[in-house]
């Protein structure tokens, strides 16, 4: 069974830091890409990066919103995802959900329809 869990998130006052974690299991995550997402109450479900492990390199597409202040790192051998999250603010509340599709991430990186595994969401409120 192809399956992604997502942890650590929580409470965490403005301008603070959380790292979620996406672990796979059933398959490799270097066989595919790998997105972050997050939807808030009555939004859309918006892409918040997308990391590609082809090749041994990682290149990673950003939503604007989160550049600068996100970051992503793999560790290969436990077949997990991070997503370092510094100076997160309110409008970063939001429930985080990993994907993975087949293929890179490429220009539609961000388009939900395109991914095949979803994880079930991890709660990020950020609130003083």
């Known amino acids: 069974q192809l399956q992604l869990v997502e942890s650590g998130g929580g409470l965490v006052q403005p301008g603070g830091s959380l790292r979620l974690s996406c672990i796979a299991s059933?398959?490799?995550?270097?066989?595919?890409?790998i997105g972050w997402f997050r939807q808030a109450p009555g939004n859309e479900r918006e892409g918040v990066s997308c990391?590609?492990?082809?090749?041994?390199?990682?290149?990673?597409y950003w939503g604007h919103s989160v550049t600068g202040r996100f970051t992503n790192t793999v560790d290969a051998a436990k077949n997990t995802v991070y997503l370092q999250m510094n100076n997160l603010n309110p409008e970063d509340s939001a429930v985080y959900y990993c994907?993975?599709?087949?293929?890179?991430?490429?220009?539609?990186?961000?388009?939900?329809?395109?991914?095949?595994?979803w994880g079930q969401g991890t709660q990020v409120t950020v609130s003083r």
């Open positions: 994907a993975a599709k087949s293929g890179v991430c490429g220009s539609t990186w961000s388009k939900n329809a395109e991914y095949e595994i």
């Open positions: 059933g398959f490799r995550l270097g066989d595919y890409a």
């Open positions: 990391v590609n492990r082809r090749s041994m390199s990682d290149n990673v």
